[in-house]
């Protein structure tokens, strides 16, 4: 084993004497040396109102290819759970091991610890400290907090740009991050194109060690560490964590068989679930992991957090091998329509419209990854318009599912949150998704991507005459959701980034919206 570059007392001299920096945002500064273990940072998420879930891997430079390959098989290791950042006051310390059969991953699910309070923690392994997180207890589930203050973020494309995004949204200090999905992408862009800013410098991922190198390169970013570091975060994968438009068990090419596909998700799934601070997951008969899960934030909030690709149906009418987001359908397609097709796979329907039903929480914030809103672009003829199909717009009697349930159930103040399609969106969701005239049974906030392209700004405005449920529309800007609530009101701010190129981009809000309680219309301003 290699010397190490500095040990304990260096590396807690190195995190003290930043003071003049915000502690959150001292990443970065710790990786003097290849051989320092912590250089993918720390993390924390899952949070309960007695514990949460702490995450760091071990690993050292290159990293790839088989960087842990540099570490034994097993490393044991210490972590320290404290009530102040200066860990005067630790409440909890234990050991664990980082295995090399989990890519040295740690995850330390935590308990008995107070509700509605932050925590500060940290690991120790082969002499050095890691940076310290800040992490927090949900609130018990009969206390009424006053507010919640939370981050959206998602589609972080490493080649496309820096993540400066991720830097202002720990520098607002949330209470929770959600991540919507494409946390990582699974290509790599031709040497030489136009858009690429920072090469990921290996093929296409479709094996663990390859999805594993690109959650690393991605967690040796300082401003998603500082971001991790500031807050714990909630979790769902889209299709960019395993290959582009996926359905379930089923690839974007159909000629793919779905017995040699499952094979490369389940590599990717494991990926995801060893660098992401989840709770250890529920299986499925099969063995798959189920991800989709609640959390409640005392009365204030529930939040559903759901799994959008591994249950659903195969992508609607499919085609040969296509490229974007989908592909268009025209209305004539029986897939869209068709009531035994699924985009969660029923059993997470069914336990969805159980917590719609049952919930009795002030908001419910529906995290998900996929635009819910209809999408129409229109033709010279009714049947010839044509449909997004990776979205709910490729599986209609699913949402109409949905909405047929937020209409039944009555839950309180519903408020989907979706990520996808690199773009901000302030929607009205009707119980006939197409028809304005009906009841309006939720409000849809989707937010922009950390770095990926958005659609064409111009197509998509030439649309919104036949889509007047689409309040608010912008493909320009790269950014992320801030939402802050209160029992009687949520505020929404559109945080759109200078230029994802420059990894000192600043910040501006581009456009606010409110809601307020007991009225899904979504108030400008």
């Given at each position: 084993m290699p010397s190490h570059t500095f040990g304990r007392r260096q590396a807690l001299r190195l995190l003290a004497g930043a003071a003049a920096a915000p502690w959150f945002l001292q990443y970065g500064r710790a990786l003097a040396g290849q051989d320092y273990p912590f250089g993918l940072g720390v993390a924390s998420g899952d949070p309960a109102h007695d514990g949460f879930v702490i995450w760091t891997r071990l690993s050292s430079l290159p990293l790839y290819p088989g960087n842990e390959e540099r570490l034994p098989n097993r490393v044991p290791l210490t972590w320290e759970v404290a009530e102040d950042a200066n860990f005067r006051r630790i409440v909890q310390r234990g050991q664990s091991n980082a295995l090399r059969l989990l890519g040295h991953a740690v995850?330390?699910?935590?308990?008995?610890?107070?509700?509605?309070?932050?925590?500060?923690?940290?690991?120790?392994?082969?002499g050095d400290v890691s940076?310290?997180?800040?992490?927090?207890?949900?609130?018990?589930?009969?206390?009424?907090?006053?507010?919640?203050?939370?981050?959206?973020?998602?589609?972080?494309?490493?080649?496309?740009?820096?993540?400066?995004?991720?830097?202002?949204?720990?520098?607002?200090?949330?209470?929770?991050?959600?991540?919507?999905?494409?946390?990582?992408?699974?290509?790599?862009?031709?040497?030489?194109?136009?858009?690429?800013?920072?090469?990921?410098?290996?093929?296409?991922?479709?094996?663990?060690?390859?999805?594993?190198?690109?959650?690393?390169?991605?967690?040796?970013?300082?401003?998603?560490?500082a971001l991790h570091a500031a807050a714990p975060c909630l979790a769902t994968w889209d299709d960019h964590e395993v290959q582009d438009d996926y359905s379930g068990e089923h690839a974007k090419d159909p000629a793919v068989r779905p017995a040699?596909?499952?094979?490369?998700?389940?590599?990717?799934?494991?990926?995801?679930?060893e660098n992401l601070p989840l709770r250890r997951p529920a299986r499925e008969a099969d063995g798959r992991p189920r991800i989709y899960r609640s959390f409640r934030y005392g009365q204030l909030a529930s939040l559903p957090v759901l799994d959008g690709r591994q249950y659903r149906s195969r992508q609607p009418c499919p085609v040969a091998p296509h490229h974007g987001k989908g592909?268009?359908?025209?209305?004539?397609?029986?897939?869209?329509?068709?009531?035994?097709?699924?985009?969660?796979g029923f059993a997470q329907e069914r336990w969805l419209y159980d917590q719609l039903r049952n919930s009795d929480s002030r908001w419910q914030l529906?995290?998900?990854?996929?635009?819910?809103?209809?999408?129409?672009?229109?033709?010279?003829m009714?049947?010839?318009d044509r449909y997004w199909t990776d979205n709910w717009d490729g599986f209609q009697a699913a949402r109409d599912r949905l909405l047929e349930s937020l209409h039944q159930s009555?839950?309180?103040?519903?408020?989907?949150?979706?990520?996808?399609?690199?773009?901000?969106?302030?929607?009205?969701?009707?119980?006939?998704?197409?028809?304005?005239?009906?009841?309006?049974?939720a409000t849809e906030l989707v937010g922009t991507s950390i770095t990926s392209n958005g659609?064409?700004?111009?197509?998509?405005?030439?649309?919104?005459?036949?889509?007047?449920?689409?309040?608010?529309?912008?493909?320009?800007?790269?950014?992320?959701?801030?939402?802050?609530?209160?029992?009687?009101?949520?505020?929404?701010?559109?945080?759109?980034?200078?230029?994802?190129?420059?990894?000192?981009?600043?910040?501006?809000?581009?456009?606010?919206?409110?809601?307020?309680?007991?009225?899904?219309?979504?108030?400008?301003?």
């Open positions: 995850h330390v699910e935590l308990h008995n610890l107070r509700p509605g309070r932050e925590y500060w923690y940290r690991f120790i392994a082969l940076p310290s997180g800040r992490a927090i207890t949900l609130p018990s589930p009969t206390a009424s907090p006053e507010r919640l203050h939370l981050v959206v973020a998602s589609c972080a494309n490493w080649e496309r740009g820096y993540f400066s995004a991720y830097r202002h949204m720990a520098e607002e200090r949330p209470d929770l991050t959600l991540f919507l999905g494409d946390y990582i992408y699974e290509y790599s862009l031709p040497t030489g194109a136009a858009d690429l800013v920072r090469p990921y410098g290996a093929a296409e991922a479709t094996d663990l060690a390859g999805y594993r190198y690109r959650y690393a390169l991605h967690h040796s970013d300082p401003d998603l560490q040699e596909f499952i094979r490369r998700r389940a590599a990717a799934y494991q990926a995801f679930l592909h268009l359908e025209p209305a004539t397609c029986q897939d869209l329509r068709d009531p035994k097709r699924t985009l969660l529906i995290a998900q990854n996929l635009l819910v809103a209809p999408l129409r672009i229109p033709a010279a009714p049947d010839e009555r839950v309180a103040n519903p408020v989907i949150l979706s990520g996808d399609y690199h773009s901000f969106w302030a929607n009205h969701l009707h119980l006939r998704a197409e028809d304005p005239q009906s009841p309006r049974v659609p064409s700004y111009e197509s998509v405005q030439a649309i919104m005459p036949v889509n007047p449920h689409v309040r608010f529309y912008d493909s320009r800007s790269r950014g992320y959701l801030s939402l802050d609530l209160d029992r009687t009101r949520l505020e929404v701010r559109m945080q759109a980034i200078s230029e994802r190129a420059d990894p000192h981009a600043s910040l501006a809000t581009l456009k606010r919206f409110s809601v307020e309680s007991g009225d899904p219309r979504l108030h400008p301003g």
